[in-house]
């Protein structure tokens, strides 16, 4: 499932998904898989992408506790 809070916040924060994906480490293939919901993001990789697009770990729940979409890393 496509989390369109996570893209909203992505597109605001005026950060390529290139970019972010660099960040983060994984490939631009994989964030926009991880984006489409494709396949999922790590904790660690959650929490690197909030704090690239402007968000503190507190913010955590806002992207990812509504949704059962996250594997222990």
Do not use: P, W
């Amino acid at each position: 499932m496509v989390n369109e809070h996570l893209i909203d916040a992505i597109k605001e924060s005026g950060i390529k998904k290139g970019e972010i994906a660099r960040k983060i480490g994984i490939t631009h293939a994989s964030f926009n898989n991880k984006l489409n919901g494709k396949s999922d993001f790590s904790v660690q990789e959650a929490l690197k992408l909030i704090n690239v697009i402007g968000y503190s770990s507190a913010d955590f729940h806002l992207f990812f506790c509504s949704e059962s979409r996250m594997k222990e890393n």
